[in-house]
């Protein structure tokens, strides 16, 4: 069975965009934390993850950020890991 990807398209730009957004929070928070403004709190990024966990990965990984909380340090993997399986069992044919 082949799976034509261009209905695709637009859900794979809103999923950059997301994850892309996501990135960028992570380096806000970071930038805010350097100049010791208010913070976005822990359980925001946690949840902002859940949509965009390789924004959250590439956030911790780009601005180093959060990478000494195991609770990141575990959970943003695992969410990618999970979204990576969602994929691949909605899209067989790929």
């Known amino acids: 069975m082949v799976i034509s990807l261009t ?7 809103v999923y950059l965009a997301v994850n892309l957004g996501v990135m960028l929070l992570y380096g806000h928070d970071k930038r805010r934390a350097r100049r010791r403004e208010r913070r976005t709190p822990e359980r925001t990024l946690l ?3 859940l949509p965009g ?3 959250a990965l590439a956030g911790m990984s780009l601005f180093r950020h959060k990478t000494r909380k195991l609770r990141f340090v575990v959970a943003v993997p695992l ?3 999970l979204h990576c399986t969602v994929l691949l069992l909605l899209l067989p044919g790929l």
């Open 7 to 13: 209905p695709l398209l637009p859900l794979a730009a």
């Open 47 to 49: 949840l902002a993850a």
């Open 53 to 55: 966990p390789f924004g």
């Open 79 to 81: 969410l990618a890991a």
